[in-house]
């Protein structure tokens, strides 16, 4: 066994990953405070060819130093926005057709190994792939989804957990997150 090499992997120029088709996929960052959590998730979207970030509240924004230092690019491939409330960026993309999901540990939420976004969402508009237009909110790394976020979601997803502690880091759960999206949407 022998790792890939760069050339091997087809790495994605900056022009190539904004011409290529995207994940119907777009992060909600909600008063999130670190800038490593915020660079982290960036590089996860590039991973992923999430369509669009938004950064929301006081959210840290590019360019910064310690958002490139975990984001190692993807702050130049992945499209986001900055709006003043998640609020508002809710608001926004279920005027666009997105379904909205809070990513939270909350009562009626659907467990991430039970959500299947084609079969929930058969009659709802879909991105280029065919596959639904799905959003996902990420709350704060201390109190999660705003309520007032919350109260406006389509709906809550929760990712199972095992152990004592009943809580990832931002970065973690948006990895979580969005591998199971993309695997369930795009790569089916």
């Known amino acids: 066994m022998r790792k890939w090499s760069m050339q091997e992997l087809g790495r994605k120029s900056v022009a190539d990953f904004k011409e290529a088709p995207k994940t119907p996929l777009v992060v909600v960052l909600d008063n999130i405070r670190s800038m490593h959590n915020v660079g982290s998730v960036f590089r996860t979207a590039d991973s ?84 639904p237009k799905i959003a996902i909110v990420m709350g704060n790394e201390v109190e999660g989804v705003a309520d007032e976020v919350l109260d406006i979601c389509d709906g809550c997803i929760e990712i199972p957990q095992l152990g004592s502690k009943h809580s990832l880091n931002i970065s973690v759960a948006a990895g979580i997150i969005i591998w199971a999206i993309t695997e369930r949407t795009v790569l089916k």
């Open 48 to 131: 992923f060819l999430v369509e669009k970030m938004y950064l929301c509240g006081y959210t840290p924004q590019p360019p910064h130093r310690d958002i490139n230092k975990t984001a190692l690019g993807a702050t130049e491939t992945v499209a986001w926005e900055y709006t003043a409330t998640t609020v508002e960026a809710v608001q926004t993309l279920q005027a666009q057709g997105y379904k909205v999901y809070a990513i939270e540990q909350a009562e009626g939420a659907i467990y991430l190994d039970q959500f299947d976004p084609l079969a929930i969402h058969s009659s709802t508009v879909q991105g280029l792939s065919g596959a």
